[in-house]
């Protein structure tokens, strides 16, 4: 007979319930930290790579925004002058300038094939078009006048005010 932890054992092969139990608690403990090292592992590297995917995005993004002027220094040693009431002051509006843009008319499509819009594919830039309809003008070189804006995206717009065929 053999005595294990203060009891005493039936037989020599026996082993006391309290041993059975605590190597069983140990057992199941050591499974669960390794499913739980697993796991963050797991987490661990999807957000490592969610951050990889998303680094160009927030960059992108942030070369988009136009940055804000710097505010005027205000002079060091300005006379003190009465307080004037504060006047509405508006920027001045850019008077939009008519340029003439030379290129090849094509269709833009969405996803479901439907015609979405119109570009004008110059050697340098490409426009979106809007105003008058260019629709005969597809796969042609043409010569269009308007004015031109820059859209959210950074993307040119030309408002066509005359378009005709380039030879």
Do not use: H, N, W
Not at 89 to 110: F, I
Not at 150 to 161: D, I, N
Request: hydrophobic share 45%; charged share 25%; net charge positive.
């Amino acid at each position: 007979m053999g005595i294990c932890l203060g009891r005493v054992a039936l037989k020599a092969q026996d082993t006391c319930l309290e041993e059975q139990g605590l190597i069983y608690s140990f057992a199941v403990k050591a499974r669960r930290l390794r499913r739980r090292r697993k796991e963050m592992k797991r987490v661990v590297s999807i957000l490592v790579i969610a951050a990889f995917l998303a680094a160009p995005m927030l960059v992108a993004a942030q070369q988009a925004q136009p940055a804000a002027p710097a505010a005027p220094a205000a002079p060091a040693a300005a006379p003190a002058k009465p307080a004037e009431p504060a006047k509405a002051t508006k920027a001045p509006a850019k008077k939009a300038e008519t340029v003439t843009v030379a290129g090849t008319v094509e269709q833009v499509k969405d996803k479901k094939g439907k015609v979405a819009g119109y570009v004008l594919k110059s050697d340098t830039e490409t426009y979106g078009l809007k105003g008058k309809s260019v629709k005969a003008m597809v796969g042609k070189k043409a010569e269009a006048t308007g004015t031109v804006a820059t859209a959210k995206g950074g993307k040119k717009v030309l408002t066509v005010k005359q378009v005709k065929e380039a030879m």
